[in-house]
């Protein structure tokens, strides 16, 4: 019985991992969460005033998001939002607009 638990965390700390790792759409559903303020694949509606994520290079928008992470770039929400992703979701989400078009 004591062996349980440390086994059954351990099983669902697998199972978890696995089930993230292998969701081919993981990427387009984190990013997904932009398009209120980023509109649709990050194309941004012309004047208003968001930028387009589509088609921009990822290290430039890891970096942005870096900065809004650390309270380095002023935003109004966005320092909050990005602190609610983990390193590798920003990856996934900075891969995801690079390929947009």
């Known amino acids: ?3 349980f638990v440390p086994i059954a965390t ?5 199972v978890s991992s696995t089930s993230q ?6 990427a387009r559903s984190l990013a ?11 194309n941004a509606i012309k004047g208003s005033g968001m930028d387009a994520l589509a088609g921009m290079e990822k ?3 890891l ?5 809004f992470k650390s309270g380095d ?10 602190k609610g992703y ?13 390929a947009q078009k």
């Open 73 to 82: 770039k002023p935003a109004t929400i966005m320092h909050q939002i990005s």
């Open 32 to 42: 997904a969460t932009c398009a209120n303020c980023h509109g649709t694949n990050g």
């Open 86 to 98: 983990t390193e590798a979701q920003l990856d996934l989400i900075a891969t995801y607009f690079a």
């Open 10 to 14: 351990l099983c669902l700390l697998v």
């Open 59 to 61: 290290a430039k928008m």
């Open 63 to 67: 970096q942005k998001l870096a900065d």
């Open 21 to 26: 790792a292998a969701d081919p759409n993981l």
């Open 1 to 3: 019985m004591k062996l």
